[in-house]
């Protein structure tokens, strides 16, 4: 499982000329167990993609501690690094290769053995609906296709851990459907999936778990059920606008 505790992250900016120093993450903390998808909801700008990347080791907290696996990030990222599939906002492709060799490309940089490489790739192929895409250059793929072709990347060496930042932005109704039947497939196999989305009914239909993330700050978690009792509201959009504007409404109320 992947553990979070009271995370912080502050980056320093310059704004009209001056430095100062920008809250992203100020106090995050949630569980995401094996075997099931646990979903980061938030507005842009609430601090999700900063808490991936410090699950992924890509940004060091400033405070708080993460454990993967058993393994504390700070103490060995490189043993971290290699339980986890991550998905970064950034898709990178190397344009010139075509989509097996983006992936076969990662799989030699990860020590896997060929044969183990090809099996691999074509499960995920056959996951992802990519198969016709393998033998094309990247170069002028679509979203969805970018999309397929850096998740198969990220699982090519079947990490326990899959870090998702807001994995269906921008992708088509075919695209997302593969991607939801991948999810299900993994989360069968009892890996842990943190997914990252601003979108509703997506996180609605994917996740066991919700963590709502307003501000820098997680501020509730549980099932979309669980979540509409506690903020007494008829539906998740509804528990959502209550829970993670809650301070902006109190502050606002006569």
Do not use: W
Request: charged share 25%; proline share 4%.
């Amino acid at each position: 499982m992947i553990e979070a505790r009271q995370l912080a992250k502050s980056f320093s900016a310059r704004i009209h000329g001056a430095r100062t120093r920008i809250n992203a993450v100020v106090d995050v903390g949630f569980d995401a167990p094996d075997g099931a998808i646990t979903a980061l909801l938030g507005p842009n700008g609430a601090g999700k993609t900063t808490t991936l990347r410090m699950i992924g080791t890509l940004v060091e907290p400033d405070a708080g501690r993460i454990v993967v696996g058993g393994v504390d990030v700070k103490s060995d990222p490189r043993a971290v690094r290699a339980s986890i599939g991550m998905l970064s906002d950034a898709r990178g492709l190397y344009a010139r290769l075509t989509a097996r060799e983006n992936i076969i490309y990662y799989s030699d940089l990860r020590g896997i053995a060929r044969p183990l490489a090809d099996q691999r790739l074509t499960l995920l192929s056959d996951l992802l609906d990519m198969t016709a895409l393998l033998d094309r250059r990247t170069d002028g793929f679509s979203t969805g296709e970018r999309m397929k072709v850096a998740l198969a990347r990220a699982l090519i060496h079947d990490p326990q851990h899959l870090v998702l930042d807001e994995p269906t932005s921008g992708l088509d109704v075919m695209s997302t459907r593969a991607l939801r039947r991948l999810l299900a497939h993994l989360r069968a196999q009892g890996k842990c999936i943190v997914v990252s989305s601003h979108i509703m009914p997506e996180v609605e239909q994917l996740a066991d778990r919700i963590v709502i993330v307003s501000g820098g700050r997680s501020v509730a978690a549980g099932t979309s059920a669980e979540l509409r009792t506690l903020a007494s509201a008829p539906t998740l959009e509804d528990a959502f606008v209550a829970l993670a504007y809650a301070d902006a409404a109190s502050e606002a109320a006569p």
